[in-house]
């Protein structure tokens, strides 16, 4: 609660009159000072009880149009505040829009000087530049009186509705490939879209804008879009390799894998055999969904395990066909004499009979398994502990699928692209 | 009529008031003058820059001089320049106007009952002080659980999930 300009002043001629009191020893000045205090403390206690008949009866509904959005995409919001105005108070009403989506057009606040029921409407638009779910922050209504003003913050689940959901960009990257990628790796950077159009729909809000199939739409005067047909004939299996919540992943390169993945889910639950979508966080299994064809399902996955734990780990884990190959290389050395390399031969042959596979190996041969996948699509952040994405890609090597990486741009180094090569990846992409 | 006017003729009256009543003792004389200097500050106030506070302020001093012909007069007074107060500051005709007057003249009418009640001060000072120690931690309770009823209890700030 704020004191005016006037109850301040009002203040200090009280404590004014209290020392001269004091001092002179005068019941006067005692009983201006006592009447200056009284007058101010009297107001206040009427002010909050004006305060709390405004907040019993606020009411807020508020429409967000899209709410599942592209990040980077303007919102239209309308937000109608309903509240009694007690007599000689006047209200300042805002609306508070989530963090990270400024305001682009109209405005959230508005004045209310009369008395009476009102109904503020509040009309403005939004650009969402952060992703994921977005609540609203609430309404702030600001009262004033004579003598004071209070925030009154109204917050919580009905005052923040609805939610955004803004999907993150992370599109592949077009163009010539570059760098240390290299031209050859470019080619594939469309491998989810084909080059044949399957059919024309309507403009949905998110679509990229570059699918928008110009003379139909100026043919029937509305948006139409292309649907591709790409890898028909093929089912590609996906996975999305989400990084742990506990690691100081970049959100950056999560947003990224996301929404690459949102973006090829999408396009690849409209192919025939649908989209089969694997999403893992490490060597964790967190979903399996087999030639699924509900996009809406593809995306609960997704976000549901937007920010996983990993529970287990596999650091530096050792596949038993590399270890036994391991051995054979050090019997091949052993005539050497060295002593080292014999005693290490003589480890491998302990350990390696009793080798049991982890389970995500058994989870990646099983998924791999079905039939009619004849491509691993992995999107990793490539961050940390990579030794599940070895296991990926050597499960795919000894089933002879074609194993392809996306990579963030930010994330790709030199070493990282001679691991994948020697893991079985045939091509990295970037992600931007 | 301009604003601050109602004012103004309350401190005129309160002036002229208590001047009458100091009338024949030895402060006659300094209610007189006070009184036609803060009068006259106050048209001055009015027709410069019109301010309801400081004019408020300038009824003070003949409420003071009031009390030593009668506590009761200074009660009176000071009640009518606090109604005047209120009604310049806005408040004419609403209920809280009305309700806070009523409390005011009966707070410091019970108020100035007690200090007249003392040769000293040191008893009626501290009981002062105890009040408004009291009051503003009530006030403090009573904004404290509006703020936390509007919030609904969450104070983590909303946004990404």
Redesign the interface.
Known sequence: MRPSRRTVVLLIAAAVSLLLAWSLDSAPALFLAGSMSGLVAVRAFLFLHAAGTVASGVRVERTATPFILRQGSPVNVTCTVHLLLPHGLRAEVSDVPPPGAPLTKGSSSAEITLAGSHGMKLAYGLSCISCGRLSFGGVDIVLHDPFFSLLLPFRGGAFSHPTLLVDPVGRFRAGEGSGIIGDKDSEARRLLRGYGIRSFRGYMPGDDPRTIDWKLTAKHGKLFVREYAGMIGKSPLLVADLPDSAMPCPASLRDAVIGSALDAVREMCRMPRGCSLMVICGPNLLSFLPNERSSARLERALREYSSPQQVLRCYRALDPAVAEAFRQRLGETEGNGDGFPRKLREIYSAFIPAMEPLPFEVQCARALARQGDTALHVLSTGWGDASHLAILGLQARRRGVDARIGIPDSAISPDLLRRLKGWGYTVVRVMS | MKPGMTMVMAVLAISLVAAGALFGTPLFPVALVAGALLAGSGLVVVFFHPE??AL??FA?PP???S??AS?LL??AL?ALI?IA?LVS???T?????V??AI??VS??GL??LF??G?R??LL??VL?LVV?VI?ML??LG??SH??H??????HE?????
């Open positions: 309801e506070t408020f302020l003070q409420v003071f001089l009390w030593y506590p200074a009660v000071e606090t107060f500051a806005g408040d005709g609403v209920r809280r106007g309700v806070s409390l005011l707070v410091s108020f100035a200090i007249a003392h000293h001060i009626p000072l002062l408004c009051v009530a006030l009573t904004a509006l703020i009823r509007v919030t609904g209890g969450l700030a909303p946004g990404r999930q």
